[in-house]
């Protein structure tokens, strides 16, 4: 089967599924896993160099706090339909940040072609684990995913019984910076399964910009930095957004030294089988406890007052 896939959180799972060698195609963000996926044909670029902007920046140019405007991918349609795909995957949870459902069933009509377009909208940790089925069921791997889905919540369940009878600090989790932005979706419940309090946002919630005196007002144990798409030395980059805001140094989880840098496109930002590894390194960073490999500090580390 010939897999185009449009969405990085679709190509861990296909390689999840052991069915890394059927892609034919990704997205120039597919980087998971790096040596089954490196020599696969890439179909997309980036519409704006969001290394070089700020975070205001590229705020702005997506559409500003309605995050409703332009995606930050150009689809090569040319490309895609030369690869003659069997199933093609995407999404309709994001137009900013992945190539949407709509866009790729247009460029299918107008190349003429027949492949199958299956979309993938999870919003909670449970929805993440049932896509593994839904694809694997497409692929004709119907039981593989089903034994991966079950392996993957076994995981979820040993983190929950780790943190069982802990003390449960208020965390704030932030996925924007400018303008600041709660994480919603499934991140609360990573956190929760974690031994958390998830404060500002609820489990599945699409969130929206929030003002800095949320933040202040809910008085956090712990605070979470993880902008959408930035691994943590772009986030370094732009970490006087944050400490320089009125009452930064009163906030409790900055007084305790319990503010974390995340790597959130590896476990956080792609509703794949990775938010499972989220969850654990949560565990560590909330508890010190272990649960899975030891958390490196490419992972997860704290912000210093430097």
Known sequence: MRIVSLLPAATDIVAELGLAADLVGRTHECDWPPGAVAGVPVVTSAELSADALSSREISDAVGGAAHSGSSLYAL???????????????????DVCAVSYAGVSRAVRVRGGGPRVLSLEPRTLGDVLDCL???????????????????????????????????????????????????????PEQIACAGGEALIA???????????????????DVLL???????????LRERELLTSLPGWEELPAVRAGEVWVLDRPAHFNR????????????????????????????????????
């Open 76 to 94: 090569d349609t040319e490309a895609l339909g030369a690869l003659a795909p069997d199933v093609v995957l995407t999404q309709d949870l994001c």
């Open 133 to 187: 089925v839904t694809v694997g069921e497409l692929l004709g791997v119907a039981e593989r995913a089903r034994e991966r889905r079950q392996a993957l919540a076994a995981r979820l369940e040993a983190v929950r019984a780790r943190t069982a009878g802990l003390q449960r600090p208020k965390v704030v989790a932030i996925e924007w910076l400018d303008p600041l932005w709660p994480a919603g979706h499934w991140v």
């Open 202 to 220: 609820s489990p599945g919630e699409h969130t929206r910009p929030m003002e800095w005196e949320a933040v202040r007002a809910a008085r956090p």
């Open 225 to 235: 930095v993880m902008p959408c798409g930035f691994g943590p030395e772009r986030t």
């Open 271 to 306: 509703p794949g089988p990775r938010v499972v590894r989220g969850a654990e390194v949560l565990a560590h960073v909330l508890h010190g406890v272990g649960a899975g490999a030891p958390v490196s500090p490419a992972e997860a580390r704290r912000l210093g007052r430097g």
